[in-house]
T-cell receptor, first 116, second 110 residues
Framework: SAVISQKPSRDICQRGTSLTIQCQVD?????MFWYRQQPGQSLTLIAT?????????ESGFVIDKFPISRPNLTFSTLTVSNMSPEDSSIYLC?????????????FGPGTRLTVL | GQQLNQSPQSMFIQEGEDVSMNCTSS?????WLWYKQDPGEGPVLLIA?????ELTSNGRLTAQFGITRKDSFLNISASIPSDVGIYFC??????????FGTGTSLTVIP
């Protein structure tokens, strides 16, 4: 499996500000994803982070609100822009396409965001 | 996006009992995955299934890839308190897109 770290692990932010979440993997991976999870809910895919090109966003998510970068095969960032209390959630980075497990998806520990 | 139907939504069982949960979809999947998520943590992969009919075990956990490729189930035998958590299924279509189930919350009563 891949070892994935996320920073920060949690944060409390003011309305109208932006937060950038970092995701680092210990090995090169083909795919990186960003999910949002409301308490007690399932995972909602925000976007697929593409290395060297613009991210692919799911319906309901736009680049202006959730800009994503993926400069290389081991790192990605998700920014939550112009935050409102409705953005309070857990944000999870995940990866797939490791050298040993192409069809398996692994998750980071998550970033718990609270917007006041 | 597409979501998988997972049942039951929640379970309350006595320690030592066996648990069974399943996941169904209207789509055919190439891979089925089962995860467990503890509070405040990211989901952890328990079992991966790659072929229709495949039955795979991981300790007290057993999962099967349905023959129709539209469903999968997870069994936990002789449950223990640390089995508490939320279990998610996930299916992968061609093109690498993963879809997640709605989750099963498991409570084990000592």
């Amino acid at each position: 499996s891949a070892v994935i770290s996320q920073k920060p692990s949690r944060d409390i932010c003011q309305r109208g500000t932006s937060l950038t979440i970092q995701c680092q993997v210990d090995s090169q991976v083909t795919m990186m994803f960003w999910y949002r999870q409301q308490p007690g809910q399932s995972l909602t895919l925000i976007a697929t982070a593409n290395q060297g090109s613009e991210a692919t966003y799911e319906s309901g998510f736009v680049i202006d609100k959730f800009p994503i970068s993926r400069p290389n095969l081991t790192f990605s960032t998700l920014t939550v822009s112009n935050m409102s209390p409705e953005d309070s959630s857990i944000y999870l980075c995940s990866v797939a396409g490791t050298a040993k497990s192409y069809n398996e998806q692994f998750f980071g520990p998550g970033t718990r965001l609270t917007v006041l | 996006g597409q979501q998988l139907n997972q049942s039951p939504q929640s379970m309350f069982i006595q320690e030592g009992e066996d648990v069974s949960m399943n996941c169904t979809s209207s789509s055919i999947f190439n891979t089925w995955l089962w995860y467990k998520q503890d509070p405040g943590e990211g989901p952890v992969l328990l079992i991966a299934l790659y072929k229709a009919g495949e039955l795979t075990s991981n300790g007290r956990l057993t999962a099967q890839f349905g023959i129709t490729r539209k469903d999968s189930f997870l069994n936990i035998s002789a449950s223990i308190p640390s089995d508490v958590g939320i279990y998610f299924c996930a299916g992968q279509l061609l093109g690498n897109q993963f879809y997640f189930g709605t989750g099963t919350s498991l409570t084990v009563i000592p």
